[in-house]
């Protein structure tokens, strides 16, 4: 029988997925509607892979056995509507990568602290001796990490796009730590449905799995699924088996074994529930107690999120670029204890600011500085909260105007709120120009 596979979208995700079908004997054909970057274009030639780019053909796609959709891919393309009217075969290539592994897999979703929670889970169980890797958004796609090498533990985190068009995509662990309105374009601006695909993570887990939730999320109180479920909370709550936080400890109950940690290497309530999440998954695998505690103690944060940049005359400056919308910001600012300027701003994605004006009540901010061209909405929101409010057409404006409004002991805080898409390719240029201009003080 002839194995043929087309693989919609020649990124990561797209790359991965064909290096993997090459290796187990199929026909492989990659489809980008955009110009495959350089180092993917030598991947592909190298490993004799048919591919096209430019456009899509659409009868070679529509007769394979098998499409993998790459996650970028939106179900409102062209192609994606004819696949679906069609009822082809058509999967995800986290659900593809799944086929081909015995590893038993940890998968974290949420719309924020997903990758921080990969990090710390990965960094425990590495330092517990596991043969693990992390992958998916964090470096490579799950399909390229087990191409490479077999696992016995894989760490991924996964996005709401990388949930879409599972079939039988099951992990042993699935962690959910929160959900707020996000990429609401890409599900018709439904809350319910970008809710429904995060969801699909314990869709096919069975009665040997756990899922690991958010209990102080009312999106999550309902949740149906086989999996064994375990609260974890931050709002005083305390359960016989679960994770919850209480007298500046967290306590970790499973299977009739308790747990206190007290010192973490990462400030903020957000990442006290990261680190809480990490150790639960940590204890379904029975590592013990000190390594837990010794890798949440060394633990380093992932470049980009709240990352400690350099003090300058006394100020310090803290990268969170990676806070790309309005939840992400507001954990920001929940961990700042100092007076700070705010930078903040840049491509809106329908922001409803509403939420951090609180938090920003509760903080001494100085000042903020508009990141972008348009700032109207954040002046409107912030008026009333912040004395002084200036716009800053560059990166380099910016860092000087908060260096100037600074003293010593004080910090500023690049923390955006919005995507970097106006004057950055991504949020990681715009942190990478944060730190270059903030080192050039």
Same mark, same amino acid.
């Given at each position: 029988?002839?194995?043929?596979?087309?693989?919609?979208?020649?990124?990561? #995700?797209?790359?991965?997925?064909?290096?993997?079908?090459?290796?187990?004997?199929?026909?492989?054909?990659?489809?980008?509607?955009?110009?495959?970057?350089?180092?993917?274009?030598?991947?592909?030639?190298?490993?004799?892979?048919?591919?096209?780019?430019?456009?899509?053909?659409?009868?070679?796609?529509?007769?394979? %056995?098998?499409?993998?959709?790459?996650?970028?891919?939106?179900?409102? +393309?062209?192609?994606?509507?004819?696949? %679906?009217?069609?009822?082809?075969?058509?999967?995800?290539?986290?659900?593809?990568?799944?086929?081909?592994?015995?590893?038993?897999?940890?998968?974290?979703?949420?719309?924020?602290?997903?990758?921080?929670?990969?990090?710390?889970?990965?960094?425990?169980?590495?330092?517990?001796?596991?043969?693990?890797?992390?992958?998916?958004? =964090?470096?490579?796609?799950?399909?390229?990490?087990?191409?490479?090498?077999?696992?016995?533990?894989?760490?991924?985190?996964?996005?709401?796009?990388?949930?879409?068009?599972?079939?039988?995509?099951?992990?042993? =662990?699935?962690?959910?730590?929160?959900?707020?309105?996000?990429?609401?374009?890409?599900?018709?601006?439904?809350?319910?449905?970008?809710?429904?695909?995060?969801?699909?993570?314990?869709?096919?887990?069975?009665?040997?799995?756990?899922?690991?939730?958010? %209990?102080?999320?009312?999106?999550?109180?309902?949740?149906?699924?086989?999996?064994?479920?375990?609260? =974890?909370?931050?709002?005083?709550?305390?359960?016989?088996?679960?994770?919850?936080?209480?007298?500046?400890?967290?306590?970790?109950?499973?299977?009739?074994?308790?747990?206190?940690?007290?010192?973490?290497?990462?400030?903020?309530?957000?990442?006290?529930?990261?680190?809480?999440?990490?150790?639960?998954?940590?204890?379904?695998?029975?590592?013990?107690?000190?390594?837990?505690?010794?890798?949440?103690?060394?633990?380093?944060?992932?470049?980009?999120?709240?990352?400690?940049?350099?003090?300058?005359?006394?100020?310090?400056?803290?990268?969170?670029?990676?806070?790309?919308?309005?939840?992400?910001?507001?954990?920001?600012?929940?961990?700042?204890?100092? #007076?700070?300027?705010?930078?903040?701003?840049?491509?809106?994605?329908?922001?409803?600011?509403?939420?951090? =004006?609180?938090?920003?009540?509760?903080?001494?901010?100085?000042?903020?500085?508009?990141?972008?061209?348009?700032?109207?909405?954040?002046?409107? +929101?912030?008026?009333?909260?912040?004395?002084?409010?200036?716009?800053?057409?560059?990166?380099?404006?910016?860092?000087?105007?908060?260096?100037?409004?600074? +003293?010593?002991?004080?910090?500023?805080?690049?923390?955006?709120?919005?995507?970097?898409?106006?004057?950055?390719?991504?949020?990681?240029?715009?942190?990478?120009?944060?730190?270059?201009?903030?080192? +050039?003080?």
């Amino acid at each position: 029988m002839n194995k043929s596979i087309s693989i919609i979208g020649a990124g990561e #995700s797209g790359i991965g997925a064909a290096i993997l079908a090459k290796k187990n004997s199929y026909n492989v054909f990659v489809s980008d509607n955009n110009i495959i970057k350089t180092n993917y274009r030598k991947v592909l030639i190298e490993n004799r892979i048919d591919f096209e780019e430019g456009g899509h053909s659409f009868e070679k796609i529509l007769n394979s %056995n098998l499409i993998i959709k790459s996650p970028g891919i939106p179900n409102e +393309s062209e192609l994606i509507k004819k696949i %679906n009217k069609l009822d082809l075969n058509l999967i995800s290539e986290i659900d593809f990568a799944y086929r081909f592994t015995k590893a038993k897999i940890i998968a974290i979703t949420g719309t924020n602290g997903k990758t921080t929670t990969s990090l710390i889970t990965y960094k425990i169980l590495k330092d517990a001796g596991l043969n693990v890797c992390v992958a998916g958004n =964090i470096g490579n796609s799950f399909s390229h990490a087990i191409s490479k090498k077999d696992y016995d533990v894989v760490v991924l985190e996964v996005s709401s796009f990388q949930l879409d068009n599972i079939v039988e995509f099951s992990p042993y =662990i699935s962690i959910l730590l929160n959900i707020t309105p996000d990429h609401l374009d890409r599900y018709n601006n439904d809350f319910e449905n970008y809710l429904k695909s995060k969801l699909n993570i314990t869709l096919n887990q069975t009665t040997n799995d756990f899922l690991i939730y958010n %209990n102080d999320d009312t999106s999550f109180r309902d949740l149906k699924t086989q999996a064994k479920k375990i609260p =974890i909370s931050i709002a005083n709550k305390t359960f016989d088996e679960g994770g919850y936080y209480k007298n500046n400890k967290i306590n970790i109950n499973l299977n009739n074994k308790a747990m206190t940690i007290e010192k973490l290497a990462l400030n903020g309530t957000h990442n006290i529930f990261n680190s809480m999440a990490a150790a639960m998954a940590a204890r379904v695998f029975e590592v013990s107690d000190d390594v837990i505690r010794k890798s949440l103690i060394d633990f380093e944060n992932i470049e980009h999120r709240l990352e400690y940049v350099i003090t300058v005359h006394g100020i310090d400056f803290i990268n969170d670029s990676k806070a790309t919308n309005v939840n992400a910001a507001w954990y920001a600012l929940e961990s700042m204890n100092k #007076s700070f300027v705010w930078i903040l701003g840049g491509v809106d994605k329908g922001n409803d600011y509403t939420e951090l =004006i609180k938090v920003a009540k509760e903080k001494k901010i100085k000042a903020i500085i508009c990141l972008g061209p348009n700032n109207k909405k954040i002046k409107a +929101s912030f008026k009333n909260v912040v004395d002084l409010i200036e716009d800053a057409k560059d990166m380099s404006e910016a860092v000087k105007k908060s260096y100037n409004i600074a +003293s010593s002991g004080d910090a500023v805080l690049l923390s955006p709120a919005c995507a970097s898409f106006d004057l950055f390719e991504n949020y990681e240029h715009r942190g990478s120009e944060f730190k270059k201009m903030v080192r +050039s003080l």
